[in-house]
C-alpha cells in the first residue's frame, strides 16, 4: 500500500504561480502524475512522469506546467506558472495507476 498526501494548493489571481506537492508514503518505483477535476467535469490527465524521467502533459498545460520529482524524499512536484481561471480544479496525485491521493484545491481568479 502506498498513502498520497497532495499539499501546496490556494487561490491565486491568474497569472500566478503555484508549486504543489505530493508525499509518498515510500518509495516506489512507477509512473507517477498529476490529475485534475473541475465541477462538472470528468478527471483529466495535466502530467506524468515515468521512472526513467520521461514527462508527458495535458494540451492545456503544455509550457506553463513542470512536473517533477525527488525520489530520495520520496516526493512529486507540480510547478505551475501562468495560470488561468480555467486551471480551477482540485489537483490529484496518482501513483502505479492504482493509488490516488485526496486531492488539494486550487483556484485561480480573474
Known amino acids: 500500500q502506498v498513502q498520497l498526501a497532495e499539499s501546496g494548493g490556494g487561490s491565486v489571481q491568474a497569472g500566478g504561480s503555484l508549486k504543489l506537492s505530493c508525499a509518498a508514503s515510500?518509495?516506489?518505483?512507477?509512473?507517477m502524475g498529476w490529475y485534475r477535476q473541475a465541477p462538472g467535469k470528468e478527471r483529466e490527465l495535466v502530467s506524468t512522469?515515468?521512472?526513467?524521467?520521461?514527462?508527458r502533459y495535458g494540451d492545456s498545460v503544455k509550457g506553463r506546467f513542470t512536473i517533477s520529482q525527488d525520489n530520495a524524499k520520496n516526493m512529486l512536484y507540480l510547478q505551475m506558472n501562468s495560470l488561468k481561471t480555467e486551471d480551477t480544479a482540485v489537483y490529484y496525485c496518482?501513483?502505479?495507476?492504482?493509488?490516488w491521493g485526496r486531492g488539494t484545491q486550487v483556484t485561480v481568479s480573474s
Open positions: 515510500r518509495y516506489i518505483l512507477c509512473t
Open positions: 496518482r501513483a502505479c495507476a492504482i493509488y
Open positions: 512522469i515515468n521512472s526513467d524521467g520521461t514527462t
